[in-house]
């Protein structure tokens, strides 16, 4: 089983609808949890991040972390073809020095 | 000078031979982190430097190794490629290594082994 499991998708949304993208993990070290975005040839670039439980919200995103079920999401709000691309969750212990670990991605395209 | 630049952005090299792949970091980004990404995957830790020493390694073998060098740019050389080698190389620079969200990643280097 992997550390961070996340469905790959790819999903399909129009213009404008609430998207959600979702991640179970299985250790229970992991303080920080992040999304990140990556554009097709590109690297990843942070979106957000979040240190433990508890919801934070940035603009039309918001990130979730459910550290009792082992479950983080990130809703994306009216959402834009600009929005398309690979979302990465990425999750991390704390204390020192510590390796961060990625899902898989899950690929999003938003129709005009 | 802002942002992680990485070279060259595309290789292709022969089973067998030998690679390195540069970073040049951030001004002031004393940590670099080298990753690995496969085809529809997530990235793979490869290993990280900090101050131009290794505090770090992902479940990757010898044949990878890295350098890191004052002048805030690392290397990434792997040795006896092997065709499972073949996916984008990322390099991510970060001025603390405490801070696991404080990383900005280069565009990557596509190498392909024939």
Known sequence: QKEVEQDPGPLSVPEGAIVSLNCTYSNSAFQYFMWYRQYSRKGPELLMYTYSSGNKEDGRFTAQVDKSSKYISLFIRDSQPSDSATYLCAMSGSGGYQKVTFGTGTKLQVIP | ?114
Request: glycine share 10%; charged share 15%; net charge neutral.
């Open chain 2, 1 to 114: 000078e802002t942002g992680v630049t990485q070279s060259p952005t595309h290789l292709i090299k022969t089973r067998g031979q030998q690679v390195t792949l540069r970073c040049s970091s951030q001004s002031g980004h004393n940590t670099v982190s080298w990753y690995q990404q496969a085809l529809g995957q997530g990235p793979q830790f490869i290993f990280q430097y900090y101050r131009e020493e290794e505090n770090g390694r992902g479940n990757f073998p010898p044949r990878f190794s890295g350098l890191q060098f004052p002048n805030y740019s690392s290397e990434l050389n792997v040795n006896a490629l092997e065709l499972d080698d073949s996916a984008l190389y990322l390099c991510a620079s970060s001025f603390n290594d405490r801070i696991p969200y404080g990383y900005t990643f280069g565009s990557g280097t596509r190498l392909t082994v024939v």
